[in-house]
């Protein structure tokens, strides 16, 4: 039986633990935060985030083996095994700004683990990471040897994608787990496949030195990103030369060797993950005198931005080249479905530029309005919040399906047309709608990669 703690109660913290917690119950696992609101929430009926089939592993741990807790140094100190899963978000000062991660909450939670630590620890390295940082933690973790308190550092980063996380963390593809080949590098590795084990084939688990455990992670994240890229790349030929999205991405995708996922061609995509760690791979390459390779993955980032402005822009010529005083329906504020996250949301960059352009803006959105209100800042004064679409779309002269949460494919559109302010205007950023009834309700309706079915020319 080990005592495993996670520092971080996030996206990621939260629910690996209450997996690992759900799947080793031998194994005591505590999950601990700076933030003690986020820890009662935990504690919680209202867990502080939305995630499909949390709340059943929430149930069967919680209280058994699974602990929320905010008493971190007491924590550290009985811990075994720590994860570090705090956040690293870009940095916005200094050297780097806007490109290098932000590594002071990582490097507080190393000084804090040396601090309390008086017993040998395993310290897993979840969060992700420029590479070789890893290789830092160590060196601050073993900075006092004559502590005799001796520190093993393994990379472990995670694939989840959120709204589907708990799927994968139970069926993962792959776990990824770095470290060094010192014997009690390797001991600290098996003890980690051991957790991991429990429920994933041993064959899924792969272990590597702990750069490329960190690297791996990057790229992963850079080649996922970069298709998305690529399909909306050519969704922007599509509506030119009215070829259809869906078509060609459906036609490239059975090629075996390039298969059929991640080819959705959207607004573009979100999320804490994508454009943070791509940014990270193009400021790695640049410090490393790789100037070429940081700009070909940092198109990859400029496509997505281009892909958010183009997709405003189409509104705007679409409705007579102006929307000052026009209200606007916007369907979806989270980066994704079955999220409430709106961290990096394409659904907030177009909602800022709809605000340049002076429209009258209400968003809906199922779980994701408390957190776009807080990221939009002072600009949420300018914005309703309306829960129901219906009501969010009475009086409106457009809407715009930002996010594809199932739920706006199957609502009542004849209705909510019938609401409208004439001519109706429909332009779905996620291609998730049926166009052609639409257009037949009377809708002008305004696609990403396809031909626009307008009622005038
Ligand atoms: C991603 C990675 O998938 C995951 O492995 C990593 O651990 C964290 O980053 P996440 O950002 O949670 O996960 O969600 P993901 O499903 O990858 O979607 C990211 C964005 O891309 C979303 O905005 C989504 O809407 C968009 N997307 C995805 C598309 O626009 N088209 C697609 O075909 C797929
Ligand atoms: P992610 O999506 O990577 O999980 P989040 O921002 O959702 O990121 O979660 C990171 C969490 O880590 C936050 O809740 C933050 O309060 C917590 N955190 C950051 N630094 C520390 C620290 N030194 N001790 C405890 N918790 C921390």
Redesign the pocket.
């Known amino acids: 039986m080990s005592s495993i703690l996670c520092i971080g109660a996030g996206?990621?913290g939260g629910p690996t633990m209450a997996v690992i917690a759900k799947n080793c119950p031998q194994h005591r696992v505590v999950v601990v935060d700076a933030n003690a609101e986020r820890i009662a929430a935990w504690n919680s009926a209202r867990l502080p985030i939305y995630e499909p089939g949390l709340d059943q592993v929430i149930a069967q741990a919680r209280g058994r083996n699974l602990f929320f807790r905010t008493d971190t140094e007491a924590q550290i100190a009985a811990a075994d095994i720590i994860f570090v899963s705090v956040n690293t978000p870009t940095k916005t000062f200094g050297e780097g700004a806007g490109r290098a991660a932000n590594l002071q909450y990582w490097e507080r939670a190393a000084r804090q683990i040396l601090e309390h630590s008086r017993t040998p620890k395993i310290v897993v390295e979840k969060s992700?990471l420029p590479v070789r940082t890893a290789e830092a933690m160590e060196r601050i973790l073993n900075s006092q040897p004559g502590r005799g308190v001796h520190f093993d550092v393994i990379s472990n980063?995670?694939?989840?994608?959120?709204?589907?996380?708990i799927h994968?963390l139970e069926h993962p593809d792959r776990v990824l787990i770095g470290g060094k080949s010192t014997p009690s590098g390797r001991a600290a590795v098996e003890q980690i496949v051991a957790i991991y084990e429990s429920w994933v084939p041993r064959e899924r688990i792969i272990t590597t030195n702990l750069w490329s455990g960190e690297l791996a992670?990057l790229a992963?994240?850079a080649f996922?990103?970069q298709?998305?890229s690529s399909?909306?790349a050519i969704s922007a030929l599509c509506e030119r030369t009215g070829a259809d999205i869906t078509e060609v991405a459906h036609a490239i995708g059975t090629d075996s060797r390039i298969g059929p996922?991640?080819?959705?061609?959207?607004?573009?995509?979100?999320?804490?993950?994508?454009r943070k760690?791509i940014l990270n791979l193009v400021y790695l390459c640049e410090h490393h005198g790789l100037p070429e390779v940081a700009a070909y993955w940092e198109q990859v980032v400029l496509m997505n931005e281009y892909q958010q402005r183009r997709f405003g822009s189409v509104m705007l010529e679409a409705m007579f080249n102006t929307v000052a005083g026009k209200r606007i329906a916007l369907f979806g504020a989270a980066?994704?479905?079955n999220?409430g996250?709106t961290r990096?949301?394409?659904a907030l960059n177009v909602c800022r530029e709809l605000l340049d352009e002076r429209a009258e803006l209400v968003i809906t959105d199922p779980y994701a309005l408390d957190n776009a209100r807080a990221d939009l800042g002072a600009a949420a004064e300018r914005v309703e919040f309306e829960p129901d679409p219906y009501k969010a779309a009475q009086g409106a002269h457009a809407i715009a399906i930002l996010?594809?949460w199932q739920q706006f494919a199957e609502l009542d559109y004849e209705a909510i047309y019938r609401d409208m302010v004439k001519p109706a205007f429909i332009f779905d950023g996620?291609n998730i709608l049926d166009h052609a009834q639409l257009h037949r309700l009377g809708f002008n309706v305004y696609a990403i990669g396809k031909p626009p079915l307008a009622h005038f020319d």
């Open positions: 996206y990621v992700t980063p995670e694939f989840l994608a959120e709204g589907s996380a994968d992670k992963a994240n996922l990103a298709r998305i399909i909306n996922r991640f080819l959705r061609a959207s607004v573009g995509f979100g999320g804490s993950c994508f760690d980066f994704k479905a999220t996250d990096e949301s394409p996010t594809e996620r």
